[in-house]
């Protein structure tokens, strides 16, 4: 393909270009004839652009392929894992729940032993006020006790006094 070539062939004024045109025009009309002249000018560079973009597409669609076949892969990976990762979590859970309630448990026992103690301090304290409470009365009854005696020794010794200041006849 020359530069003469394509000119003359582009030129329709020019007979070798009438020549070339007739006869691309009588093969298959003036659709024919662009490609055929599209193809003499840029044949072997649409040839290469071609195999270019074919051997890009088919690296896409490998490498498409590719991607597709790991991430199957992964999904089918994740999904194998997921119910051991899941029983892990369940048997994680259940164990943190467990420490937990025995954390609680402990606490619990701790405080009601802390109560128990509290209840038995303040009961031993009522019972030794109430003790003493039952001595203090046990002191007034003896101390009304004696008062009632010192009374009577006081009321006898009144009445001694007035019988011996009564004249006697």
């Not at 045109?21 to 490609?35: C, E, K, P, T």
């Not at 290469?48 to 590719?66: P, Q, V």
């Not at 002191?139 to 005696?149: I, Y």
Request: without cysteine; negative net charge; hydrophobic residues 35%.
């Amino acid at each position: 393909m020359t530069a003469n070539t394509t000119a003359q062939e582009l030129n329709p004024a020019s007979p070798a270009s009438n020549a070339t045109g007739n006869a691309l025009g009588s093969a298959d009309g003036s659709g024919a004839s662009v490609d055929q002249i599209r193809n003499i000018m840029f044949g072997s560079q649409m040839e290469a652009y071609e195999n270019r973009f074919n051997s890009l597409e088919d690296r896409i669609l490998k490498e498409l392929a590719l991607q597709r076949e790991e991430t199957s892969r992964r999904f089918d990976s994740a999904r194998e894992e997921l119910p051991a990762e899941r029983n892990q979590r369940t048997e994680e859970t259940a164990r943190d729940r467990l420490a937990q309630e025995q954390q609680l448990n402990q606490e619990v026992d701790t405080l009601n032993a802390d109560i128990e103690k509290r209840f038995q301090e303040l009961l031993k304290l009522l019972n030794k006020r109430a003790d003493r409470l039952s001595d203090d009365k046990t002191n007034r009854r003896d101390l009304a006790r004696l008062l009632s005696k010192v009374a009577d020794q006081l009321n006898y010794d009144s009445k001694a006094a007035a019988a011996s200041a009564k004249p006697k006849k």
